[in-house]
């Protein structure tokens, strides 16, 4: 029987920590445990934690370095097939999100489903893409609140890297993708509920997110970048014109011609002078 890990971890955020906790509670879903990793909160979260002990499978409150070394705790003791991180503030969409998410828990090492996202006048559904590609992750990342992922993919990576303040869930959905060629599926039905509130969302958190980004990119995946930015570049609304045209019989000998005299204009070579 697939079993779904519930993954939250939490730190002086007490009122959004209830409010995860109260929706993992009222999930109409029997094959599933609940893990909360506090980091050694000094507001009311061990009180509401107490408090709810029944309801939790598993729970710690002990120093930690950081949002991501919390999450690797919270791997540790995860017994389930899938993981799904529900960071404190974060919720399921409705009390029958995880009675759905469960039949689709197919075998797949990534299984994306749809996210609502909310904030100071925001409020849209983040849809993940049907194929998954190295281009999506390059300018976006997938919303790990919404990401089923199975556990063993966490035995070879060691978990998250921890010297990643904002990026580590994206650098790990990178590296599973390119990497070790994980198998992935969206599955578009809104299951959970994000809130443009963290780290992450303030302007700080975007600039550290770029640098921590393009540091990866450029010590890890510098083979290929250079090539991939330059591939980029025929994708620009020039190249697209230009490829419509040829679609066509007409706008096929058009661009020939155009291209021809473009040629002999600024080089002063035909098309036979460049064999």
Known sequence: ??????????????????????SVMTQQAKDIEFIVIDGKSTDDSVALLEGHDEHIS??????????????????????????LFLNSG?????????????????????????????????????????????SYLYHKTLAHQSVCIKRTLFDTSGGYDTSLRITAD????????????????????????????????????????KQERKKVLAEEYGFFLKDYRKLEQFQLHRFKMLAALEASGPGRKVVSAVLRVLLFLFT??????LK
Request: a neutral charge; charged letters at 20%.
């Open 170 to 209: 994206w650098k790990f959905f990178l590296d599973a993708l390119v990497r070790k060629q994980c198998s992935y599926k969206a599955v578009h039905t809104v299951v959970s509920v994000y809130y443009l509130d963290g780290m992450s969302a303030t302007a700080q958190g975007t600039n550290i997110r």
């Open 1 to 22: 029987m697939v079993k779904l890990s519930i993954i939250t971890v939490n730190y002086n955020n007490v009122h959004g920590l209830e409010r995860t906790i109260k």
């Open 90 to 134: 974060d919720h399921f969409h409705n009390d029958t999100s995880a009675a759905t998410m469960l039949p689709h828990l197919d075998g797949h090492d990534l299984i994306a489903f749809d996210i609502q996202v909310k904030g100071d006048g925001t409020d849209y559904v983040k849809a993940h893409p049907d194929v998954l590609q190295f």
């Open 58 to 83: 598993y729970w710690s409150s002990e120093p930690d370095n950081g949002v991501y070394d919390a999450m690797n705790k919270g791997i540790a003791t995860a017994t389930g097939t899938y993981v």
């Open 268 to 273: 002063g070579k035909k098309l036979r002078d």
